[in-house]
C-alpha cells in the first residue's frame, strides 16, 4: 500500500497549476512543465494543495498513485526551485568545455566529442583540483537522464579511478595486481 501518494502536495506561491482532463500543466517562474496523468488517478487541487485520488484500491492502482503523486511534486519542485546535477571528470588529459548550447568534451578519445545540451538544462564548468561540470534544470527527468547520457562516455573505472562520476556517488577502488 502506498504511503507516499496518500501525502497531499502544497502548492508554493507563484506556480500555477493547470488541471485539463487527465493533462495537468505546472507553470512557475522556472519554467512550464506538462503531463498526461494514468487514467486509474485523479487529481483534487484544493486552494494551494493538490491530492491524488486512486479509482479503487489494486494493488497497480495504488502504486500509480504514489508514482503520480512523486512526478506532481517533483514538477512543482523543478518549476519553483529546480534541479541541479555534479559530476566530476576525473582523468589526465580530460578537458570539458561548454560552448554555445553544446559541451565539448575531451576524453582520452582520438577526437573531441561534442554533446548537444537540451533546451531547459544549462552547463557550466568549473575547472579547480578536478573537473566539475554541474547541470540545472526544471525537468527532473530531463536532467537526470542528460547526466547519465554525459556519464555513459567515459564510465569510471574501478581500479585508476578515471572517468565520469557523480558528485554524490562512491567509486569502490580496486587493487591491481601488484597487490597481489
Given at each position: 500500500m502506498s504511503r507516499i501518494g496518500k501525502l497531499p502536495i502544497k502548492i508554493p506561491s507563484g506556480v500555477e497549476v493547470k488541471l485539463d482532463?487527465?493533462?495537468?500543466?505546472?507553470?512557475?517562474?522556472?519554467g512550464t512543465l506538462a503531463r498526461t496523468l494514468h487514467s486509474v488517478v485523479s487529481l483534487n487541487?484544493?486552494?494551494?494543495?493538490i491530492s491524488v485520488i486512486?479509482?479503487?484500491e489494486t494493488k497497480k492502482t495504488r502504486s500509480i498513485q504514489g508514482l503520480t503523486r512523486a512526478l506532481i511534486a517533483n514538477m512543482v519542485t523543478g518549476v519553483s526551485?529546480?534541479?541541479k546535477k555534479e559530476l566530476i571528470i576525473n582523468g589526465v588529459g580530460y578537458k570539458v568545455d561548454v560552448k554555445g548550447n553544446q559541451l565539448v568534451m575531451h576524453l582520452g578519445f582520438s577526437?573531441?566529442?561534442?554533446f548537444d545540451i537540451p533546451e531547459g538544462i544549462k552547463a557550466s564548468v568549473e575547472k579547480q583540483k578536478e573537473i566539475k561540470l554541474t547541470l540545472e534544470g526544471y525537468d527532473k527527468e530531463l536532467l537526470g537522464l542528460t547526466a547519465a547520457r554525459i556519464r555513459q562516455?567515459?564510465?569510471?573505472?574501478p581500479y585508476?579511478?578515471?572517468g565520469i562520476i557523480y558528485a554524490d556517488e562512491t567509486i569502490i577502488r580496486k587493487a591491481g595486481k601488484a597487490a597481489a
Open positions: 482532463g487527465q493533462q495537468i500543466t505546472v507553470k512557475g517562474p522556472k487541487i484544493d486552494g494551494d494543495v486512486p479509482q479503487d526551485e529546480g534541479f577526437h573531441p566529442i561534442e562516455y567515459r564510465p569510471p573505472e585508476k579511478g578515471k
